[in-house]
Structure formats: C-alpha cells, structure tokens
C-alpha cells in the first residue's frame, strides 16, 4: 500500500468521523429544541386508542432536526473537501458535486412534502403525487437513475425502463419508511442500522461519497433516538420518515453509477427487507379490501407483534435485531474476497 494510498484513506476516515459527530451533536442539540416550538404552534399527535399507540400528546416535528443535522454536517464535509486540493483530486468529481446538490435539493422538497402534511395534512392521494413530483426531478433534473442492476450473473441495462424503475424504486423505499413509522423509535434505529451497513460496504466498494452521506444520517438519526425512544419526547413525523427514505434511495442510486464496483440495490433491500415485506403485505391487504392504499390502520407487522402482547420497546428491539442480522448478512456477501454476490 502505497502512502498516498494511505493519506486518502486516513482523509476519508476523518471526513466520515466529522460528518457523523456533526450530525449528532447537531440533531441532539435541535431536538429539544423544536419539540417546545411544536408545543408553541400546536403541531403534536394526540392519543386517540386506536392505531396510535402514545399515551400523551407528543409532538411531531422531530423530522426537522433530522433534516437539519443532516444538511448541516455534509454542508460542513463539503467544504472541507472543496478547501482540500488532494481530497478533491481523488473523492469528489462534477458528478458527485452534481449529486451532492440533487441529494441536498431533493431531500429538502421530500422533506417539505411531509412537513406540509405534519402541519396542515394532505389526502394520501395528494400526498403521492408531491412524492412522485420529487422522485420525479431526482431522476430526471439530477440523473438519481438506475440504468442497470449487477448481478452475480452480469450486469442487467434497464434500457427505457430505467426512468419507470427508478421512480418505482424512490416511491418505494420513501413510503416504506413512512409506513413503518408507528412506534416509538422504530424508524430512527431501523435508519441507524441500515446506514451502518451501507457505510461499511460503500468504504469497501471504494463509493466515499455514499459513506460520508451515510455517516450524515446515521448521525443525524443518533442524535434524535434518546428523544424519540418509547416513551418518545418527541416524533419524527412523515418529514423525518420520507426524509430518510428519500437519503436511503438516492444514496443506493448513487451507488449504481460505477458498474465495476456499485453496491448493487440489494443492500439496502436485505437490509431493510423487513419494512419492505411489510409494506408490500398491507398494500396487497388493502388492494383486496379495496381500501385506500394510503389509510392508516393497524394492520403493520409492528402492530400485530404488539396486539399478540409484546410492549413498545420489545416489538422495536425484535425488528432491531432482525433488521441488524440482515444488515450483517449483507456485509458479509459484499465483503472483500467474498461471493462477490454483489
């Protein structure tokens, strides 16, 4: 190894160390924060027995604090990258400054579609449409498009379905994090977690910006936990939860553009295939009932797991657990000298 070798690596290590640290002083520091300011405006759930399973009023602007300790903290890595010559010259290129600014743009009109309907409420039909208006300018503004899937058999070109695949992928991975968003913790832990995982196998891959964007939300989610852990202070909100969706999506995106080395999209789905089943389960529930695709109700795997008897805290560290054995699956195919599944 050779010691410039040696100085990149050593810059992308602080580089994820700074990002995550900023993330999580930052989130942790702005949560309480803007849990009194949702107090002051009036924005907070209130308990109703049913699908809600809170006991007090709480509010649900947490998702803002995520957002914030994310967007500060890569603004922060940003800059250290484009103040540095030799980082620059060997991490980032026009593409990854193209989607660095798509991420942060896109990510802020996700985040905005759910702090709309946190605050004012949107139909679920509407509610679609914002997210398919911004999937759609992440795809085609800022090329967050998946032209082809690796395979252990080859790699697979999409061709003109591309374009279809990669808003499905978007509007997919979005609503699954948004419908997993029912109990105390559960979102901002399954989050850590995934994050952790993609951070491992991008900084093996050789993807840094993927890493650095991980470290950002992994951090970011850090910081908010100890608040939003049952009993929870404080929700993250559709905001929080279709922010990280939106972060999870386009960091896999981001990942395919290198053929040779790309974290295929099955990462992020082993990792996260709990949520993922469960979201594709109540859909086909619904489509059967012929009820809104989009309405609430108790039919998530988190809600059955709590009316078979489980608390709050078990049925999050069960799907903890589950969700952190994936991730470990996922490591161990994608590591060096491995199956090279993918």
């Known amino acids: 190894m050779s010691h410039g070798h040696v100085s990149f ?3 992308i290590a602080w580089l994820c160390a700074i990002t995550f640290a900023l993330a999580v002083i930052t989130s942790a520091v702005l949560t309480p924060l803007i849990r009194r300011m949702a107090f002051a405006v009036g924005v907070f759930d209130q308990p109703d027995g049913g699908r809600r ?21 890569l603004f922060t890595t940003l ?25 942060l743009f896109g990510g802020t009109l996700m ?19 914002a997210q398919f208006c911004v999937a759609l300018i992440a795809v085609l503004l800022y090329g967050f498009t998946i032209y082809g899937v690796k395979l252990p058999s080859g790699y697979l070109d999409l061709a003109w379905f591309a374009v279809p ?10 609503n699954a994090m948004n419908f997993m968003d029912g109990l105390d913790g559960l979102v901002s832990g399954v989050a850590i977690i995934a994050s952790i995982t993609m951070i491992v196998v991008s900084l093996w891959k050789g993807q840094y910006l993927v890493a650095i964007t991980m470290c950002a939300l992994a951090g970011s989610a850090a910081g908010f936990l100890p608040y939003n852990y049952n009993p929870a202070r404080i929700f993250m909100g559709d ?27 099955v990462v992020p789905l082993i990792v996260l295939a709990l949520p993922i089943l469960d979201t594709v389960s109540v859909i086909i529930n619904r489509l059967r009932r012929r009820s809104p695709l989009f309405s609430a109700d108790r039919s998530h795997v988190h809600h059955q797991l709590l009316d078979m008897g489980l608390s709050q805290r078990q049925v ?15 490591i161990a195919l994608s590591r060096p000298g491995g199956p090279h599944v993918f």
């Open 9 to 11: 690596n050593v810059s």
């Open 53 to 73: 399973v809170h006991n007090d009023p709480t509010p649900r602007l947490g998702g803002v604090a995520i957002y914030l300790g994310f967007m500060l903290s």
């Open 79 to 103: 800059n250290v990258a484009l103040t540095h010559s030799y980082v620059i010259h060997h991490y980032l290129s026009t593409r990854d400054l193209a989607h660095v600014i798509g991420l």
């Open 111 to 129: 985040m905005g579609v759910g702090l709309w309907d946190d605050i004012m409420t949107m139909a679920p039909r509407h509610k679609f449409v």
């Open 165 to 174: 695949f990669s808003l499905f992928w978007y509007l997919g991975m979005v």
């Open 239 to 265: 905001g929080g939860s279709l922010f990280i969706g939106f972060v999870l999506a386009s960091a896999a995106v981001m990942a395919t553009e290198k053929r040779a080395v790309a974290i295929s999209l």
């Open 316 to 330: 999050v560290s069960l799907i903890y657990v589950v969700c952190g054995i994936l991730g470990a699956v996922a």
